[in-house]
DNA sequence: AGGTAATATTGAAGTACTTCAGATATGCCA
DNA sequence: TGGCATATCTGAAGTACTTCAATATTACCT
């Protein structure tokens, strides 16, 4: 049996779970009224990194990613969109959309074509091994998804779901005032 | 006044927050079993999204990075550790810590020297100048973080901890299976 | 109508992450 | 005691992300 990992998820006397590394680390020193925002913050980096590796390890079976995955799925929503607007909806760089239409163009999974109204602008789609894809994805991605969330009732996923956004509209609103 | 992004983060009859995108995908053919996990998974994706981005921008004014970061604490923890042993604490590769290590040495915050045990293994520890960069981001995080989680309340921020803690075990639960 | 600032995409260069392979060392077993 | 499997770190090569700058184009203002 290889060695595992020393388990450092615990629960506490209310019965929810605590990080014992992050834990121990802030009782040295981080303010009381630090330690529920840095428990949960690093709660959230540890769950998200654990779902992108174990997302990115399934996907390989697709010979996917989980950036390219991202952008045909906003294709299939919308049809068609330029680079630019790929890049703001999945909110990264230009640049990055570029590098990622490239690798799904080499795959024939989308089409590049020119903007009729601006030629400036490169417009991409779905091509129909993109499509063919897409479906052969979800079909398979449910079961993958229930093992990530086994334990989990709705009421949790729901309030999950809540106080993830809630997070996500504070870096928005802070990101939206940057811009000013 | 700049463009704003077209808000996509609403509010149901329960009020609770959800992803108007991820809702209209799921309606158009995503199991009705599914749509719980789907959208709390997609929500999760986006905080830790919005959460790193902000991080990075914050850190880059310490002249930090997230990663670099980790590799920090986790050694004011322990005082030193070899470098496989910072990699499967923080979850990476081997390959990325020998990176990280070369750019924080390069800043001198850290030092390398030989494991007296095992000639093979390198230990690493924080130098004088790790110490105080952690005191300096220490000073000021609170702050930031506090701007992060405005409008949380302990109970929801307890919570948070909690499901991802849970996810999280999750993920680490299928690792470890992985590995027999 | 011309000039200029802004926009869209990509080349260049960088970081953080991965896998794989190589060099050196360790530990275990026969 | 020697052989072999495993361990540790790093070089090589790759992807996904970033910023900045360059080129071509658009839009707006005088």
Redesign the interface.
């Given at each position: 049996?290889?060695e595992?990992?020393e388990p450092f998820?615990e629960t506490d006397a209310?019965g929810?779970?605590?990080?014992r590394?992050v834990r121990?680390?802030l009782r040295r020193?981080?303010?009381e009224n630090?330690v529920?925002?840095?428990?949960?913050?690093?709660?959230?980096?540890?769950?998200?990194?654990?779902?992108?590796?174990?997302m990115d390890r399934w996907l390989e079976r697709h010979d996917m990613s989980e950036g390219r995955l991202s952008v045909l799925?906003r294709l299939r929503?919308k049809g068609s969109l330029t680079l630019g607007e790929v890049a703001?909806s999945l909110?990264v760089s230009a640049r990055n959309i570029t590098g990622l239409v490239d690798h799904l163009e080499r795959d024939a999974l989308v089409e590049r074509f020119p903007d009729p109204e601006d030629r400036r602008a490169i417009r991409v789609r779905l091509a129909p091994a993109g499509k063919q894809k897409l479906a052969d994805i979800?079909r398979e991605?449910?079961s993958a998804?229930?093992?990530?969330?086994?334990?989990?009732t709705?009421e949790?996923?729901?309030?999950?779901?809540?106080?993830?956004?809630?997070?996500?509209?504070?870096?928005?609103a802070?990101?939206?005032l940057e811009?000013?």
């Open positions: 049996m290889p595992m990992h998820i209310a929810r779970l605590y990080d590394r121990e680390h020193d981080v303010p630090e529920a925002a840095t428990e949960a913050l690093a709660a959230l980096r540890l769950a998200s990194h654990g779902f992108r590796n174990r799925w929503a703001e909110d979800k991605m449910g998804r229930h093992g990530m969330v086994a334990g989990f709705d949790e996923l729901s309030q999950l779901r809540h106080l993830c956004l809630k997070l996500a509209q504070n870096t928005i802070h990101r939206e811009k000013v």
